[in-house]
């Protein structure tokens, strides 16, 4: 617990000293999340570890209660990096679809 603390406030030797200890445990968890998830799903297990993780040493207002506490957290977090992940291409591709019809609206008034 003061591993995480000390990392979540941005002490770098902390975040050294965590990662091997929480590895394989995000590993684990990230590995029952994708298996929740449509078949041919393109992040891997160890992309969705890396980026939860990422959000995880950058959140400071957390108060660690304990390892639980902090796979609990990990576990949502993973969550939130699918669902992120899964609406970005939709998202992508209503600006796409969007940006059309209005150049399509611009050429048309244009005449």
């Given at each position: 617990?003061?591993?995480?603390?000390?990392?979540?406030?941005?002490?770098?030797?902390?975040?050294?000293?965590?990662?091997?200890?929480?590895?394989?445990?995000?590993?684990?968890?990230?590995?029952?999340?994708?298996?929740?998830?449509?078949?041919?799903?393109?992040?891997?297990?160890?992309?969705?570890?890396?980026?939860?993780?990422?959000?995880?040493?950058?959140?400071?207002?957390?108060?660690?209660?304990?390892?639980?506490?902090?796979?609990s957290v990990a576990s949502r977090m993973m969550r939130r990096v699918l669902v992120d992940y899964e609406s970005w291409p939709?998202?992508?591709?209503?600006?796409?679809?969007?940006?059309?019809?209005?150049?399509?609206?611009?050429?048309?008034?244009?005449?």
């Amino acid at each position: 617990t003061g591993l995480l603390r000390r990392a979540s406030v941005g002490d770098q030797k902390a975040v050294d000293a965590l990662v091997p200890l929480v590895y394989d445990e995000l590993r684990s968890i990230a590995h029952a999340r994708l298996r929740g998830e449509r078949s041919g799903h393109t992040l891997s297990t160890t992309a969705l570890v890396h980026e939860s993780y990422l959000k995880l040493v950058d959140i400071n207002q957390v108060k660690w209660q304990d390892r639980a506490h902090f796979f609990s957290v990990a576990s949502r977090m993973m969550r939130r990096v699918l669902v992120d992940y899964e609406s970005w291409p939709s998202s992508r591709r209503s600006r796409s679809r969007r940006s059309k019809i209005l150049m399509k609206r611009s050429r048309s008034s244009k005449r």
